[in-house]
Antibody, heavy 117, light 110 residues
């Protein structure tokens, strides 16, 4: 069974940094593209970033480009999201996702990031 | 990258069929056979219910079906049931930003 467990969410001031982690199990992590998707409270879903199996291809939403960095460590079955220069609009529940056929097949429970002064 | 357009809400009585539209452009919805749909109940994790426009993952009820015409994809829920009350989101591969989600639709079972 696929399991994705996010951690690292916290309350942080504007301009601050956080590093989210996602521990994966139940599948061959090194074979799969992974994504981060977020949901602002009471609002919709927003795709944030993806990284292919070997890190050879990485992409970001325009809203986070230049501030967030996605990475992975296949030896540790782990996915990361380094979030710098955080803004209030980054406040959201962040989900770690195993990609299926160009779709989001398996989701973690999410980790809450709150940016407030 | 602008979100795909969905109606804010759709409602129906038990047993009825409802359809949720998802409108994008030729750079996303119309450009690929890669629209997916997600069901999201409050305080739960979103669940994939369709991918590649029309394909249901194993275990998803055949009451959920998908279609597409031009730049608009649609999700139809047949035989509406109380447990179908949830938020629904479409998502498409995009030429401009890997993926783009729809604005979301709240389905109410009357």
């Amino acid at each position: 069974e696929v399991q994705l467990v996010e951690s690292g969410g916290d309350v942080v001031q504007p301009g601050g940094s956080l590093r989210l982690s996602c521990a994966a199990s139940g599948f061959n992590f090194y074979e799969w593209t992974m994504n981060w998707v977020r949901q602002v409270p009471g609002k919709g879903l927003e795709w944030v970033s993806l990284i292919t199996w070997n890190g050879g291809s990485i992409d970001y939403a325009d809203s986070v480009k230049g501030r967030f960095t996605i990475s992975r460590d296949n030896s540790k079955n782990s996915l990361y999201l380094q979030m710098d220069s955080l803004r209030s609009e980054d406040t959201a529940l962040y989900y770690c996702i195993k990609e299926g056929i160009h779709s989001f097949a398996s989701w973690g429970q999410g980790t809450q990031v709150t940016v407030l002064s | 990258q602008s979100a795909l357009t969905q109606p804010a809400s759709v409602s129906g009585s038990p047993g009825q069929s409802i359809t949720i539209s998802c409108t994008g452009t030729s750079r996303d919805v119309g450009g690929y056979k890669l629209v997916s749909w997600y069901q999201h109940h409050p305080d739960k994790v979103p669940k994939l219910i369709l991918y590649e426009d029309t394909t249901r993952p194993s275990g998803v009820s055949n009451r959920f079906s998908g279609s597409k015409s031009g730049n608009t994809a649609s999700l139809t829920i047949s035989g509406l049931q109380p447990e179908d009350e949830a938020d629904y989101y479409c998502c498409s591969l995009s030429r401009t930003s890997s993926y783009v989600f729809g604005t979301g639709t709240k389905v109410t079972v009357l």
